[in-house]
């Protein structure tokens, strides 16, 4: 079992900065591919993000590239994602998710194992 904790969500103003952590505890961290996700009230949840455990090779959607960077920290167990020149649609209650490489797309929500509880992102003038 993996348990994930996001934190570091918050409101802030249009072309603002974030960094949000997801902390992992329990097996071996550093294997895992770690995702990110959001969803907006009313919408499914979205691919925002993702890292591999090996060379970590990162895989960014078309809304958030050149904003948003992920990056880990294998001896902390955590993964970071800093989200810069937010936008008002960025709002939303993101998720960090963590699976095992196989063949799945890192960008569906099916191929994760394990989910955190979310965090609110909120940007607002």
């Known amino acids: 079992q993996v348990q994930l904790v996001e934190s570091g969500g918050g409101s802030v103003q249009p072309g603002g900065s974030l960094r949000l952590s997801c902390a992992a505890s329990?097996?071996?961290?550093?294997?895992?591919?770690v995702g990110w996700f959001r969803q907006a009230p009313g919408k499914e949840r979205e691919f925002v993000t993702s890292?591999?455990?090996?060379?970590?090779?990162?895989y960014d959607s078309s809304s958030v590239k050149g904003r948003f960077i992920v990056f880990r920290d294998n001896a902390k167990n955590t993964v970071y994602l800093q989200m810069n020149s937010l936008k008002p649609e960025d709002t939303a209650v993101y998720y960090c998710?963590?699976?095992?490489?196989?063949?799945?797309?890192?960008?569906?929500?099916?191929?994760?194992?394990?989910w955190g509880q979310g965090t609110q992102v909120t940007v607002s003038s």
């Open positions: 890292i591999a455990w090996s060379n970590e090779t990162t």
């Open positions: 998710a963590a699976c095992l490489p196989g063949p799945g797309l890192v960008v569906s929500v099916d191929t994760y194992d394990y």
């Open positions: 329990g097996r071996t961290f550093s294997r895992y591919t």
